[in-house]
């Protein structure tokens, strides 16, 4: 079960995510990314970590990309 990370902030949101996908924990990975991405829509870094994410995790990206 994905854990909610300790801190708002969305850089240390953003941080928080990579090393998820480094560890493979993509789960909580994406909820730390959806945290950051609420905090701010428009953080290209938070955007572009979901494209990652969902590469890696098999999903569709297309979506992401406008």
Do not use: C, F, W
């Not at 959806?34 to 297309?62: F, T």
């Amino acid at each position: 079960m994905a854990q909610a990370p300790s801190t708002t902030a969305p850089l240390s949101l953003i941080s928080q995510a990579i090393t998820e996908i480094h560890l493979g924990r993509y789960e909580e990975a994406e909820a730390a990314l959806k945290q950051a991405m609420e905090k701010d829509p428009e953080n290209a870094d938070a955007i572009a970590n979901l494209i990652v994410l969902s590469i890696l995790a098999g999903r569709d990206a297309g979506p992401l990309v406008k």
